[in-house]
Antibody
Framework: QVQLQQSGPGLVKPSQTLSLTCAISGDSVSSNSAAWNWIRQSPSRGLEWLGRTYFRSKWYNDFAVSVKSRITINPDTSKNQFSLQLNSVTPEDTAVYYC?????????????????WGQGTLVTVSS | DIQMTQSPSSLSASVGDRVTITCRASQSISNYLNWYQQRPGKAPRFLIYAASSLQSGVPSRFSGSGSGTDFTLTISSLQPEDFATYYCQQSYSTPPTFGQGTKVEIK
């Protein structure tokens, strides 16, 4: 059974960096069939995919255009986890942030889905 | 990006009712369509993939159908634990996108 455990602060000041970590059990961040994602949810934006990291002989990242200039997602193979950093946050970045596994991801002609999710972290951007 | 539109945004129903939720994609996505359930304060739960395939452990009262741009999620006999918000999501192209959700409330 795959489990994703999120950690990180719930309050970030405007212009600072939001940092969250997602620890994986039951699978490997280096899996050749999964991708490891960050998704956020807010009343104004709904469920919004932010980006992913995945390993297919080498490491790849994909990011949403809306955050591409501000986002970093890094795998940590030594701890079997991955992290999110979002720079220069504003109150519009206030949301519940989820990590999620995308199964059968990034493969041509194969339907992928988010089958395991972290518990969610409410991050409030406020001074 | 592919836009996903759900209808209705909310509905009221009673235990035992048959409920149908619709999801429409802004362009054809074949059957690259997934459904999730979200209870208040919880993460989304994966229900259905490829428009009509039930994830392991999901009750058989849930079913999905559709292809191209129009999809439906049906709950054949609503149970108390089914009162939640339901989301569709396309995996046809990057970025993956979600519908705005349909809240199923108790009548």
């Amino acid at each position: 059974q795959v489990q994703l455990q999120q950690s990180g602060p719930g309050l970030v000041k405007p212009s600072q960096t939001l940092s969250l970590t997602c620890a994986i059990s039951g699978d490997s961040v280096s899996s050749n069939s999964a991708a490891w994602n960050w998704i956020r949810q807010s009343p104004s934006r709904g469920l919004e995919w932010l980006g992913r990291t995945y390993f297919r002989s080498k490491w790849y990242n994909d990011f949403a255009v809306s955050v591409k200039s501000r986002i970093t997602i890094n795998p940590d193979t030594s701890k079997n986890q991955f992290s999110l950093q979002l720079n220069s946050v504003t109150p519009e970045d206030t949301a519940v942030y989820y990590c999620a596994r995308c199964n059968r991801c990034v493969a041509q002609g194969i339907i992928s889905f988010f089958d395991y999710w972290g518990q969610g972290t409410l991050v409030t951007v406020s001074s | 990006d592919i836009q996903m539109t759900q209808s209705p945004s909310s509905l009221s129903a009673s235990v035992g009712d048959r409920v149908t939720i619709t999801c429409r994609a802004s362009q054809s996505i074949s059957n690259y369509l997934n459904w999730y359930q979200q209870r208040p304060g919880k993460a989304p739960r994966f229900l259905i993939y490829a428009a009509s395939s039930l994830q392991s452990g999901v009750p058989s009262r849930f079913s999905g159908s559709g292809s191209g741009t129009d999809f439906t999620l049906t709950i054949s006999s609503l149970q108390p634990e089914d009162f939640a918000t339901y989301y569709c999501q396309q995996s046809y192209s990057t970025p993956p996108t979600f519908g705005q959700g349909t809240k199923v409330e108790i009548k």
